[in-house]
């Protein structure tokens, strides 16, 4: 399990600065970390509290791309 909560403190620590570097495309794509969390999903041994936190940051990673599409539509119609 410690495993597990390594990988979701990495992910929520590298998350927002890849997505935000400045960069076109992301350093990593949201496409990219959907990814990695849903394989934490799919292991046997997380717990109810790993699922929580995941499924939360599962949520917020879709908000950022629905903001990201919207700023990136503005642009281009402006």
């Known amino acids: 399990m410690r495993f597990i909560d390594e990988e979701i403190a990495h992910i929520m620590r ?3 600065p890849s997505l935000s ?3 076109t495309p ?3 794509s949201f496409d990219y970390w959907y990814k ?3 394989t934490l999903l799919d292991l046997a041994q997380i717990t109810p509290s790993q699922f929580r936190t995941v499924d939360a940051l ?3 990673l879709e ?3 629905a903001a ?3 700023a990136v539509r503005e642009a281009l119609a402006a």
């Open 58 to 60: 599962m949520v917020e």
């Open 63 to 65: 908000a950022r791309r």
């Open 26 to 28: 992301a350093v990593f």
């Open 14 to 16: 590298a998350t927002a």
């Open 21 to 23: 570097a400045g960069t």
């Open 68 to 70: 990201t599409g919207a």
């Open 36 to 38: 990695r969390l849903g």
